[in-house]
């Protein structure tokens, strides 16, 4: 299994402001993905961020809200642009191996917006 | 696109009791299921999964069934602690990447 490390686990942010969300797998991995969980609800995923390239987004999300960097195969951010109270969330990575299809999840950055 | 129904929403059971979570799936090209347990303030942690070859796989108190032909596949858990007290996500996979989760189940284990 891989541990996921995210930072910050909780931030609380003002309108208008933008805050990058880091992740750290202990190994390296092929998969790496970025998902939002609002309250009481499921996870929907965001992004693939890949490796040396722009990331691949889901419809509804969108480059200039939600940059995401994956420099490495074990490292990756993504960014909460120009946030508002909708913006309130749980962001959650996730990475696992192209071939296993396992993934693994890091604790989540419980972010609120004022 | 996939998409995965999951039933029930919210379930209680006591403790000792077993507790079933059921999910049905929409492409049938999905291959690999797992089951993910979470808990309050943190991230979902994988339980158990199965993958298309496989009709049945069983971890100590947990297991997993998968019927293909009716595209679904179910949690079962024996014998319930209050440790199992969660929420847990069922999920279908189509390709080797983009997990598709189900809405979620609440259980309360009722000591």
């Known amino acids: 299994s891989a541990v996921i490390s995210q930072k910050p686990s909780r931030d609380i942010c003002q309108r208008g402001t933008s805050l990058t969300i880091q992740c750290q797998v202990d190994?390296?991995?092929?998969?790496m993905f970025w998902y939002r969980q609002q309250p009481g609800q499921s996870l929907t995923l965001i992004a693939t961020?890949?490796?040396?390239?722009?990331?691949?987004?889901e419809s509804g999300f969108v480059i200039d809200k939600f940059p995401i960097s994956r420099p490495n195969l074990t490292f990756s951010t993504l960014t909460v642009s120009n946030m508002s109270p909708e913006d309130s969330s749980i962001y959650l990575c996730?990475?696992?191996?192209?071939?296993?299809?396992?993934?693994?999840f890091g604790e989540g950055s419980r972010l609120t917006v004022l | 696109g996939e998409n995965v129904e999951q039933h029930p929403s919210t379930l209680s059971v006591q403790e000792g009791d077993s507790a079933v979570i059921k999910c049905t799936y929409s492409?049938?090209?999905?291959?690999?299921f797992p089951w993910y347990k979470q808990e309050l303030g943190k991230g979902p942690q994988l339980i158990i999964d199965i993958r298309s070859n496989v009709g049945e796989k069983k971890d100590q108190r947990i297991a997993v069934t998968l019927n293909k032909t009716a595209k679904h596949f179910s949690l079962h858990i024996t014998e319930t602690q209050p440790e199992d007290s969660a929420v847990y996500f069922c999920?279908?996979?189509?390709?080797?990447?983009?997990?598709?989760f189900g809405t979620g189940t609440r259980l309360t284990i009722i000591p």
């Open positions: 492409d049938s090209a999905s291959n690999y």
């Open positions: 999920a279908a996979i189509p390709s080797l990447e983009k997990l598709t």
């Open positions: 996730s990475a696992g191996g192209l071939n296993t299809g396992e993934l693994f």
């Open positions: 190994s390296q991995v092929t998969m």
């Open positions: 961020a890949n490796q040396g390239s722009e990331a691949t987004y």
